[in-house]
C-alpha cells in the first residue's frame, strides 16, 4: 500500500482559520506528523489520526530533518492518508522543499494544502496593511535562522533593508542582531518597528523604533513572534509604545 501525504498547512493558531481544505484532511487522516508550533485546537480537529509531533524549536532539542523525511516516506507505506501538518503556510520557512523531495523520489503521492502565513494574522492583529500608497509598495519575508551546520550571514539584511515593508521571522531571539545588521544596511534607528507574539491566540504587541527593537523582544513571552519593520506600523508601533516591562510581567503571569 502507498498512501497519499498532504503537506497542509495549519495557519497561525487559531482552529477557525484553518482552510476547509485542512479541516477536512485532518478530520480523515490515519497519522498526523506536526510542527512544534502548531495549536491543540488545530490537532483537536484529527479525531481519528494517531498525532506525532516532530517539531523544532529554537534553542531545543529538534527531530533530525533528514529523519523526518525517512519518516514521511515510511508512513506513507503504511498509512492511506498522511498530513504532514506545518505552521503558517507550509511553502514558508518550512523546510518544504526537503521533504518533497524525499517524497517525490520515493515515488509517494504528494499534495499541498496552503494556509495563512503568520505575517498575514500578525498585520490583522495590529490591524496595519502591510502595501500602503505612497508608503510601501514592497514586502519582503526574511529570517536571520540557519539550520544547524549552516553558515550564518547577513544576505537577510540588505533584502530587508531594500524593501518598503521588512517581515522578520524567527527573529525574536536575534533581536540585537536583526537591530545592527538593518542599521548597517543603512536604515535609521527611527524607522518604526512591532513586535507580533502568538498571532492569533492570545497575541501580544510591543512597538517602537529599529533602535529600541531589543527591549522590544524583551517585553515579550516564549510564544512565536513576529518583527514587523517599516513606516507601514508607524501607526500601531506608537500604539503599543507604552509597553513597559510591568505590562509584559502582568501578561506573562
Ligand atoms: C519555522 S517558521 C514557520 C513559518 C510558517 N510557515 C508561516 O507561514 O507562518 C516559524 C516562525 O514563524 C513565526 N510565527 C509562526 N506562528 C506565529 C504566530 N502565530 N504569531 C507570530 N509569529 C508566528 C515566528 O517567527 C516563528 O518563529
Redesign the pocket.
Known sequence: MTGTVYLV?AG??AADLLTLRAARLLGQADLILHDA?VSDEVLALGIRARKLNVGKR?NKPSTDQAFINRLLVRAAHRNKLVVRL?????M???RAQEELDALNAAGIPVEIVP?I???F??AAEIAQSLTQRRLSRSVVFVTPAVARGDAADDGWASAAAAADTAVV????AQAARVRDALIACGLPASRPAVL??????G?FVAGGTLGALEDIAAQAGD????LLIGEAFAEAAARHAHQTSEVSTARRA
Do not use: I
Not at 506545518?86 to 507550509?90: F, L
Not at 507580533?196 to 491566540?201: I, K, M, P, Q, R
Not at 510564544?223 to 513576529?226: D, I, S
Open positions: 498547512g497561525p493558531g508550533l529554537a506545518k505552521g503558517g503556510d507550509p514558508l520557512f518550512g494556509g502565513s503568520a505575517v494574522a500578525a521571522y524567527m527573529g525574536k507580533v507574539e502568538s498571532a492569533s491566540f497575541s510564544g512565536p513572534a513576529l
